[in-house]
């Protein structure tokens, strides 16, 4: 694998975004509103070239793993990330335009293990799996859900697991299972949207009201609408539901289990599968030391923690079109 160069110098990194593209288009379809939108990401470059992000948790360096690291990258100490920072609370620019997420704050510990510094980049959801397979980047991280065709492409290494979870105000009584005649709150254009109609057919079948589903273009404006008491419950990915309820401060709670569950997985080139079991086992050892449930606990989404971090892990095929990931 023929590595890019780590860049010497600070230039800016245009970025556009369109309705359609990115993780946003089928099977995801996670609604992003307005106009396109260039992001000249600029003021947050580090020495690198890339995009900032928060300083990596404390963690100790594994000699014996840092060594299996592929030489070009372990002599720079540099490995070049991309991500697409557009989904709270994987990755998403702060208000300051430092990158910040689980996905961020979990790499940057995965990388102090192998003593490695991270450089950011931002690039087009799309572009980064091939942009991987080609050597312009060493990893993607980006929520990327671990499928089948794209195993095919490149080596992934699961660390994470996402799937659908409700939640609701801690007084309201609903069961996601039962939730005929209640008022839902949902994003537009996302697979959950599809979970409701399915689950108020069933109700109406069944001689019961059905679910009204009250959908919304952002997903801060679920919590809203719970939280204030105009819908009863939200539906969204488990992240995204984890997180609202961590921001709540108490306002909200899960309710029901997470279903429709997949793994995550860290992206690298297809012959990198040393490079992956050292990340693997990187993994392993930050679960052991606390660090990974820490993280998690943070970004309120320790509800898709994991314990048996894989290289290329067996997935069916139907995840593919069942998969709440992108």
Same mark, same amino acid.
């Not at 009584?173 to 039962?178: F, Q, S, T, W």
């Not at 969204?236 to 709670?253: E, F, I, M, N, W």
């Not at 320790?302 to 992108?326: F, H, K, L, Q, R």
């Given at each position: 694998?023929?590595?890019?160069?780590?860049?010497?110098?600070?230039?800016?990194?245009?970025?556009?975004? /369109?309705?359609?593209?990115?993780?946003?288009?089928?099977?995801?379809?996670?609604?992003?509103?307005?106009?396109?939108?260039?992001?000249?990401?600029?003021?947050?470059? /580090?020495?690198?070239?890339?995009?900032?992000s928060a300083p990596a948790p404390s963690t100790t360096v594994d000699s014996t793993l840092a060594a299996q690291v592929p030489a070009p990258i372990r002599s720079a100490r540099m490995v070049i990330v991309a991500t697409? +920072?557009?989904?709270? +609370? #994987?990755?998403?620019?702060? +208000?300051?335009?430092?990158?910040?997420?689980?996905?961020?704050? =979990?790499?940057?510990?995965?990388?102090?293990?192998?003593?490695?510094?991270?450089?950011?980049?931002?690039?087009?959801?799309?572009?980064?799996? $091939?942009? &991987?397979?080609?050597?312009?980047?060493?990893?993607?991280?980006?929520?990327?859900?671990?499928? !089948?065709?794209?195993?095919?492409?490149? /080596?992934?290494?699961?660390?994470?697991?996402?799937?659908?979870?409700?939640?609701?105000?801690?007084?309201?009584?609903?069961?996601?299972?039962?939730?005929?005649?209640?008022?839902?709150? %949902?994003?537009?254009?996302?697979?959950? %949207?599809?979970?409701?109609?399915?689950?108020?057919?069933?109700?109406?079948?069944?001689?019961? !009201? *059905?679910?009204?589903?009250?959908?919304?273009?952002?997903?801060?404006?679920?919590?809203?609408?719970? #939280? #204030?008491?105009?819908?009863?419950?939200?539906? *969204?990915? #488990?992240?995204?539901?984890?997180?609202?309820?961590?921001?709540?401060?108490?306002? =909200? /709670?899960?309710?029901?289990?997470?279903?429709?569950?997949?793994?995550?997985?860290?992206?690298? +080139?297809?012959d990198e599968t040393d490079f992956g079991q050292a990340l693997a086992r990187a993994l392993r050892q930050l679960m052991v030391e606390g660090t990974y449930a820490a993280i998690l606990d943070k970004w309120g989404v320790?509800?898709?923690?994991?314990?048996? $971090?894989? &290289?290329?892990? %067996?997935? !069916?095929? *139907?995840?593919?079109?069942?998969? !709440?990931?992108?």
């Open positions: 694998m023929n590595w890019p160069a780590t860049r010497k110098w600070c230039e800016p990194i245009w970025v556009v975004r /369109t309705p359609a593209g990115g993780r946003h288009a089928a099977p995801r379809m996670r609604a992003l509103v307005g106009l396109a939108v260039v992001l000249a990401l600029v003021a947050g470059c /580090t020495r690198g070239g890339g995009t900032r697409d +920072p557009i989904y709270q +609370p #994987s990755e998403f620019l702060a +208000p300051d335009k430092a990158l910040a997420g689980f996905d961020v704050d =979990l790499f940057n510990a995965v990388a102090g293990k192998l003593a490695l510094k991270t450089e950011w980049k931002t690039a087009d959801f799309d572009d980064i799996i $091939p942009g &991987v397979a080609a050597g312009r980047y060493h990893l993607g991280v980006s929520s990327f859900t671990i499928r !089948p065709d794209r195993e095919e492409q490149v /080596t992934m290494v699961s660390y994470f697991a996402a799937g659908t979870q409700w939640a609701a105000r801690p007084s309201v009584a609903i069961d996601p299972d039962d939730a005929c005649g209640k008022r839902v709150a %949902v994003q537009s254009s996302t697979l959950q %949207v599809n979970d409701l109609a399915t689950r108020s057919a069933a109700c109406t079948a069944a001689g019961k !009201p *059905a679910i009204q589903a009250d959908e919304y273009l952002k997903q801060a404006d679920l919590a809203t609408a719970v #939280s #204030s008491g105009k819908d009863d419950a939200l539906i *969204a990915d #488990s992240p995204v539901s984890g997180y609202a309820v961590k921001q709540s401060g108490g306002t =909200l /709670t899960l309710v029901g289990r997470l279903y429709q569950a997949v793994r995550y997985g860290y992206v690298l +080139p297809r320790s509800a898709g923690a994991i314990s048996d $971090p894989a &290289v290329n892990p %067996v997935v !069916p095929s *139907a995840s593919a079109s069942a998969s !709440p990931g992108p």
